[in-house]
């Protein structure tokens, strides 16, 4: 499976959070965020966002003069012990479920592992119900905004591989069931803008995705909304966008 060489605004601002981290953990007895400027050469509103993020998430704390020190997410993620899946699991899983209670959506982690399609996280409610697979979301990728935020990671040729196996048939009126549309579309999403899914797979349900990719691993945040709540995706779909950074960290430690 090739990847297309796009990298997301998501993917940036990890690579700039990490070399913070790489600078943390060289201090170990703490270091300024004037050193942590000096050493990144990160602009000083970029740097600020990011330092506040890490500490949101706890990969960072300030001690008594303000300097910063890894923090109990980095220790625990940065190990190479036998208990770090899980803790990137349970870390992703907290992260989803304050996710989902902030734009008020259910939301998932999605992979695209071994030519398919696969949901490993996800985060509803009584009151974000998730998606009703009605048809194995293995086979529709067209028609979801998930399926097809991975489908834009990779390349022209993994692409016919995966449509050659999951025909593009019509799950709703909304559907685009031409490939030469299909790829169309796929190409000119733009990587910064979530990709929507406008009751294409399920009539009454609207979806938007982004996608969370590190290194040759092909995956996407996303999220669903019933169409009475249609009125609120784009702005929970900018939260989705903001969030894929830490998510992306996460598993990228």
């Known amino acids: 499976m090739a990847l297309r060489p796009e990298p997301t605004a998501p993917f940036h601002s990890v690579q700039h959070a990490l070399r ?9 007895s703490g270091v300024s965020d004037i050193m942590i400027a000096r050493e990144t050469r990160l602009p000083a509103h970029q740097l600020a966002d990011l330092l506040l993020m890490l500490r949101r998430e706890g990969y960072v704390e300030q001690i008594a003069d303000g300097a910063y020190v890894g923090g109990i997410s980095l220790a625990l993620l940065g190990s190479a012990g036998p208990d770090r899946g899980h803790a990137v699991q349970d870390k992703l899983q907290r992260s989803l479920t304050a996710l989902r209670d902030s734009v008020g959506a259910a939301v998932y982690l ?24 009605w048809v194995d979301f293995r086979s529709a990728a067209h028609a979801m905004a998930l399926g097809k ?3 834009t990671q990779l390349d022209h040729d993994s692409r016919r591989d995966h449509l050659a196996r999951h025909k593009t048939v019509r799950l709703t009126s909304r559907t685009t069931t031409n490939e030469k549309v299909l790829f169309r579309k796929l190409d000119s999403q733009p990587a910064t803008v979530p990709v929507l899914d406008l009751q294409e797979y399920a009539i009454g349900t609207v979806c938007a995705a982004v996608p969370v990719s590190a290194g040759r691993s092909v995956g996407c945040l996303a999220l669903s909304l019933p169409l009475a709540h249609a009125h609120r995706l784009r702005q929970a779909a900018d939260a989705l966008n903001r969030e894929a950074a830490p998510m992306l960290l996460s598993l990228s430690i």
């Open 110 to 133: 999605s992979r695209y592992v071994d030519g398919e399609i696969k949901i490993t996280q996800y985060a509803d409610g009584p009151r974000t119900p998730k998606v009703n697979e």
């Open 149 to 151: 935020c991975l489908l």
């Open 20 to 28: 913070i981290l790489e600078v943390v953990a060289k201090h170990s």
